[in-house]
C-alpha cells in the first residue's frame, strides 16, 4: 500500500514538474511601420531605393528582410536581410539598387517583413518604376560582293556610315 502511495505521488508530481515549466508561446506578432519612402514614389532604373522602416516585438526581433516585387510576387532585386538586434525595437534601413536594365515600367512593391522566430508581419507600400529607355546604337549592313568578299558597314544613330571589315570567300558560308 505504501509503495502504490509513493509511486501515485512520484507520477504527480513529475506530471507537475513537466507541466510547470512549459514555455511560454509567443502569439503577439511584431509591429512594423515605414519611415520612408513616400507612398506612389517614383524611381528610375539605375537609381538606388532607400528604405527604412520601424520595428517592435514583446519578446525579441530575430530578422528583417527588405523586397521589390512585382505584381506576381517575384522578387526583382536580392533581398536585403538584418539580422543581429539587441533590443525590443529597432530603426531599420537598407538600401536597393535598380540596376537591372531589363526590369519594365510599372507599378512595384516594397515589402518588409519582421520575423521574430515564431511569428511574422509584412508590410507594402506602392511604387512606380520608369524603364530606361533604349536606344539604337547603330546597325550592321552587310554587302556579298560576287560572292567571294562580304563587307560589313555599320550606320550609326546619326546615319552615318561607318567604314567596317571586308571579308574574303573563307567567311561567305559563315554570313
Keep these: 500500500m505504501l509503495t502504490s502511495r509513493i509511486s501515485f505521488l512520484t507520477i504527480i508530481f513529475f506530471s507537475l514538474l513537466v507541466f510547470s515549466c512549459k514555455k511560454k508561446k509567443d502569439d503577439q506578432r511584431p509591429s512594423i511601420e515605414f519611415v520612408y519612402p513616400d507612398t506612389y514614389g517614383n524611381y528610375l532604373v539605375f537609381e538606388e531605393v532607400s528604405v527604412q522602416a520601424e520595428v517592435r516585438d514583446d519578446k525579441y526581433i530575430e530578422f528583417v528582410s527588405f523586397e521589390i516585387i512585382d505584381s506576381n510576387n517575384a522578387s526583382i532585386v536580392p533581398e536585403e536581410l538584418k539580422s543581429g538586434f539587441g533590443s525590443l525595437e529597432a530603426d531599420v534601413s537598407a538600401t536597393m539598387s ?41 546597325v550592321l549592313l552587310l554587302d556579298n560582293e560576287n560572292n567571294l568578299q562580304t563587307r560589313i558597314d555599320s550606320l550609326g544613330a546619326d546615319l552615318s556610315v561607318h567604314q567596317g571589315v571586308m571579308l574574303g570567300s573563307d567567311f561567305n558560308s559563315a554570313v
Excluded: M, P, W
Design 98 to 138: 535598380l540596376d537591372d536594365i531589363h526590369i519594365d515600367s510599372g507599378i512595384y512593391h516594397i515589402k518588409v517583413l519582421v520575423s521574430d522566430g515564431e511569428n511574422e508581419r509584412a508590410i507594402f507600400k506602392e511604387i512606380s518604376i520608369t524603364e530606361e529607355a533604349l536606344s539604337l546604337e547603330r
